[in-house]
């Protein structure tokens, strides 16, 4: 199973880009990396799901390296409502079983005035 | 737009007692899945199910089981409710044959278990 690991918190201020790392040193040839973003009180929802190199949409960038060892979202000029944990997510998205999906503990991300 | 629902917000379950927690969702999913989610330990996979009557065990199955009579409708029983079982449950849906598809998540039930 492709193990993730993320930083347990983050802060940032209002206006900065943030990034944040996970890491999965052992993902799979088919495995694609999604992020959810999870606010209290609701289910996560989706953010960003890649491949390789990098994804861009109106919310998130996501960044993979060649290795794919790890990947790297990226939240352009944050504001106080991206305060919330985001996990990390890998899996093989062509088929295989739900079993090889693992989330990642996830990041807290607050973002101060 | 999406919807995933589910029966309760918050329950209080005294232990032993069978408890029921009902998700259905509205986009015609193959796929559905229950999660627990604790402080410190992120979502952790109870079961799926990729179609009607068919279901497979995720990472932490013991002392719960599933049903999916309804192509919409996935439902997580707790045999005997135990206080270790306290946690906020999590239900979500995704269609295609890859289980990485975009996961639509329900609110969540916060389950205590006295």
């Known amino acids: 199973l492709a193990k993730t690991t993320q930083p347990i918190s983050m802060d940032s201020y209002e206006g900065q880009e943030v990034n944040i790392t996970c890491s999965h040193n052992n993902i799979a040839t088919n495995d694609y990396i999604t992020w959810y973003q999870q606010f209290p009180s609701q289910g996560p929802r989706f953010i960003i799901q890649g491949y390789k190199t990098k994804v861009t949409n109106e919310v998130a960038s996501l960044f993979i390296p060649a290795d794919r060892k790890s990947s790297t979202l990226s939240l352009p000029r944050v504001s106080l409502s991206d305060t919330a944990v985001y996990y990390c997510?890998?899996?093989?998205?062509?088929?295989?079983?739900?079993?090889?999906?693992?989330f990642g503990s996830g990041t807290q991300l607050t973002v101060l005035p | 737009d999406v919807k995933v629902t589910q029966s309760s917000r918050y329950l209080v379950k005294r232990t032993g007692e069978k408890v029921f927690l009902e998700c259905v969702q509205d986009?015609?999913?193959?796929?559905m899945f229950w999660y627990r989610q604790d402080p410190g330990l992120g979502l952790r996979l109870i079961y799926f199910s990729y179609d009607v009557k068919m279901k497979e065990k995720g990472d932490i199955p013991e002392g719960y089981s599933v049903s999916r009579e309804k192509k919409e409708r996935f439902s997580l029983i707790l045999e005997s409710a135990s206080t270790n079982q306290t946690s906020m449950y999590l239900c979500a849906s995704s269609s295609g044959s890859g289980f990485s598809d975009t996961q639509y998540f329900g609110p969540g039930t916060r389950l205590t278990v006295l």
């Open positions: 997510l890998v899996g093989d998205r062509a088929s295989g079983s739900a079993r090889q999906l693992t």
């Open positions: 986009m015609d999913h193959e796929n």
